[in-house]
């Protein structure tokens, strides 16, 4: 039973507009989300996160948007360059538990 | 180094021989995690250490998998008697405080074993 699913395995988006990525959960007693980003041969590279009690975070050109009732999150990318070019993975996780559970992650292309 | 170390970063297996991963996590980082990414998928929980106790090892797929962190800082993974399902990237990630309570674990670059 995958309880974190990012059910695009892929997206292209041109240099300059804006890159979303979504992320579905089914587990509600999830309280903290992460996005990590991974280049080839690379371990994962933290990115973003978001607490449950928030439905936003920014950081730069990043924003993980949170909703709770439709157990449902997102990462915007704007804009978007050719080094996002990676894979991002969604990871979860609970209060009571000590290990974040991913998705499968979404292969992001930037072109020019 | 600042970052999460692990060796080898490549290891090919014949089937049923034992293999030792190690990790070097940042330092001062109490917790320490050990994730198995099969082609294709994302990284799923093996195991969870804070110092050297092991509080978690829900993940260990068989009892082929065995881990240890005897001073509360490198950790090894091993597997015994390897199999071809074995195959994966696995991953080492510390983090300052208890993994995913407000604060991010940091990966290593991970071992990729294939075992043949």
């Known amino acids: 039973d995958q309880q974190v699913k990012q059910n695009s395995p892929s997206l292209s988006v041109q240099e300059g507009r804006i890159s979303i990525l979504n992320c579905d959960y089914t587990n509600s007693m999830f309280d903290y989300f992460l996005w990590y980003k991974k280049y080839p041969a690379e371990g994962p590279t933290f990115l973003i996160s978001?607490?449950?009690?928030?439905d936003k975070n920014e950081d730069g050109r990043f924003t993980v948007f949170l909703n709770k009732s439709a157990k449902h999150l997102s990462l915007h990318i704007v804009p978007s360059q050719p080094g996002d070019s990676a894979v991002y993975f969604c990871a979860a996780s609970t209060l009571s538990a000590d290990k974040l559970i991913f998705g499968t992650g979404t292969r992001l292309q930037v072109f020019p | 180094g600042a970052g999460v170390s692990q060796s080898p970063r490549y290891k090919v297996a014949k089937r049923g021989q034992d293999v030792a991963l190690r990790c070097d996590p940042i330092?001062?980082?109490?917790?320490l995690f050990w994730y198995q990414q099969a082609l294709g998928q994302g990284p799923e929980f093996l195991t969870y250490f804070q110092n050297e106790a092991q509080l978690d090892k829900s993940g260990l797929p068989s009892d082929r998998f065995f881990a240890e962190r005897p001073e509360g800082s490198v950790s090894t993974l091993k597997i015994q008697r390897t199999q071809q399902e074995d195959s994966a990237v696995y991953l080492c990630?510390?983090?300052?405080?208890?993994?995913?309570?407000?604060?991010?674990?940091?990966f290593g670059q991970g071992t990729r074993l294939t075992v043949v």
């Open positions: 978001i607490s449950s009690i928030k």
């Open positions: 990630a510390s983090s300052f405080l208890r993994g995913g309570l407000n604060t991010e674990a940091f």
């Open positions: 330092s001062g980082h109490v917790s």
